[in-house]
């Protein structure tokens, strides 16, 4: 199997979706798992949705900032435009973290989030 990850975003993602048939999986089959749409799933190829990319990382046996490193800090934190916005129903405390774009994230909730992955 190839392992060579496409730095175009398009061959990227089609890439991503032959790794997941090689596995017997399918982005429906994922959304399914997951509870939610496979449109939900097809999110992560036009915009940043770290529960989806993490998810899809974690199926193919990648850490998700291999696969997306323009939206991943180095430490598995995800570097988001919309900082205060947890991936958690409850709510954490935001701290000062420096990524690309300079954006506070919710560095602490993203490290327990990858951790667990």
């Known amino acids: 199997m190839n392992r060579e ?3 175009n975003p398009s061959q990227r993602w ?3 979706k032959y790794q997941l048939r090689s596995k017997g999986y399918s982005l429906r089959k994922l959304g399914d798992e997951l509870g939610v749409t496979d449109n939900a799933v097809q999110l992560a190829k036009y915009t940043p949705y770290p ?3 993490r998810a ?3 199926k193919l046996g990648f850490a998700p900032q291999a696969i ?3 939206r991943w800090n180095h430490d ?3 570097c ?3 900082p205060n916005r947890s ?3 409850t709510v954490v405390k935001a701290q000062k973290r420096l990524c690309d774009k300079d954006s506070v994230s919710n560095a602490s909730a993203h490290r327990q989030m990858a951790q667990g992955a």
């Open 5 to 7: 990850i496409p730095i």
């Open 76 to 78: 598995g934190t995800p």
């Open 68 to 70: 997306w490193p323009e």
């Open 51 to 53: 529960r989806m990319e």
């Open 14 to 16: 089609e890439w991503l």
């Open 56 to 58: 899809i990382a974690k």
């Open 87 to 89: 991936e958690k129903l």
């Open 80 to 82: 988001r435009e919309r």
